[in-house]
């Protein structure tokens, strides 16, 4: 399932997922990213982003436009790195349930192009 919103201002698409795990009840994945279409428009599908809910950032502090350097120092190194995306993952067994969570970016002349976030929380 899945919810997407449009920043038209700022020429952004955000949307917000959930697979089988996450059900109707949790959000346990995002997307976002920059839109190359100049025409940006809000749809019935993808209607605007309420103004409450800006400024969008994941993880309080990185978002589309980023600089590629900041990232960096947020994050550090990749685990890997595909031409132009950073794939971070994070697989850990915390007590008595198993996390894995990525972040993929892509990075278009240095700034932060688009975002893939997913979390899992099992047991």
């Given at each position: 399932?899945?919810?997407?919103y ?96 990525i ?21």
């Open positions: 399932m899945w919810v997407c449009t920043l038209p201002e700022a020429r952004q698409r955000l949307w917000l997922t959930s697979s089988e795990i996450g059900g109707r009840q949790y959000i346990n994945g995002a997307t976002a990213e920059v839109v190359t279409d100049l025409s940006v428009r809000v749809t019935p599908d993808c209607p605007a982003l309420p103004p409450r809910y800006r400024p969008v950032r994941f993880g309080s502090d990185l978002w589309l436009g980023d600089r590629s350097a900041r990232l960096a120092k947020r994050l550090g190194q990749p685990t890997d790195i595909y031409g132009p995306v950073r794939l971070y993952a994070y697989e850990k067994p915390q007590s008595r349930f198993d996390v894995s969570s972040l993929a970016v892509r990075l278009n002349g240095g700034r932060i192009v688009a975002l893939y976030a997913s979390h899992l929380t099992t047991n």
